[in-house]
């Protein structure tokens, strides 16, 4: 006979899948605002302890956050006017008229939280404020990366960077101080965006530990071709002479599709990564 092993219980506890734009609100999206919260307490109060999301980071043209443009930045659409107006950032009376039902209108959202948040921008004290200057700082491995994509696909109407030109595709170190010099107000802006939506999220999620509740992630396996982390690493993902990817991703066929699905993300270059000891 062995010797009996003694087995710890299996906790078992319930949760709910919810992303926080399908959160109740007046701005078209669900933010990370006072519905949050109360999703939070919504949670507590039913015994609940898990709260899954899905992914936060910017979602393409289409509202999927799983072909997003950083693998690392917030969702703007995200950040709480609410809080915005609650800061002195933004004045009640101008955000217009509340859309509090219906499906999200995704280009409607976005572009009325863009205007919403350079106003928020253009009252605000980016320099003067030590908590900015200190996320900078913490999150420089991308956010400046980041930060300046996005000014440049601006600038380009939307174009994918391998379109880009003028040295700015092969990322050119003169191309890119030229482009970080004549772009310094809206690299600060976007910069600052994050900021908004990194400090409102945290403090969600610790509302939410401190209430017991986990909070569950999920994080695409790939990473979309038309993204900061591809411009700025073009070296760790299999692309041809021309940027463009040299193989996709995808899925074989299976009970969702008969025909397989063709995602087209490039995939990793893995012996480059293990060259790099997996660091990205």
Do not use: C
Request: without cysteine; proline residues 7%.
């Amino acid at each position: 006979m062995g010797r009996a092993v003694e087995v710890a219980p299996t906790r078992r506890s319930a949760g709910v899948l919810l992303h926080p734009t399908s959160l109740p609100g007046p701005h078209g999206i669900g933010e990370l605002g006072p519905e949050a919260f109360r999703f939070v307490e919504f949670l507590r109060q039913s015994g609940q302890k898990t709260w899954q999301i899905l992914p936060l980071n910017p979602p393409d043209a289409g509202g999927s956050p799983y072909s997003s443009a950083s693998a690392f930045a917030g969702s703007p659409l995200l950040v709480s006017t609410e809080r915005l107006v609650r800061e002195g950032l933004l004045e009640r009376g101008s955000l217009g008229e509340s859309r509090e039902t219906g499906p999200v209108d995704y280009p409607a959202v976005a572009a009325e939280k863009t205007v919403r948040l350079r106003r928020a921008y253009a009252n605000a004290d980016p320099d003067g404020d030590r908590g900015f200057q200190e996320f900078r700082e913490e999150r420089g491995e991308w956010l400046g990366d980041y930060a300046l994509f996005t000014a440049l696909k601006e600038r380009y109407g939307g174009k994918p960077w391998n379109l880009w030109g003028g040295g700015l595709s092969g990322r050119e170190p003169g191309a890119l101080v030229q482009a970080r010099r004549e772009l310094a107000g809206e690299i600060g802006f976007h910069e600052f965006v994050q900021y908004l939506f990194f400090r409102q999220w945290s403090e969600v999620r610790r509302a939410a530990n401190a209430a017991g509740i986990e909070v569950f992630g999920d994080v695409p396996i790939f990473v979309s071709h038309d993204s900061a982390d591809v411009w700025r690493d073009q070296r760790l993902f299999r692309l041809d002479a021309s940027g463009r990817p040299a193989v996709v991703a995808g899925v074989p066929p299976d009970y969702f599709s008969e025909t397989g699905q063709l995602w087209g993300n490039p995939l990793y270059d893995w012996d480059r990564m293990a060259d790099e000891g997996y660091e990205w």
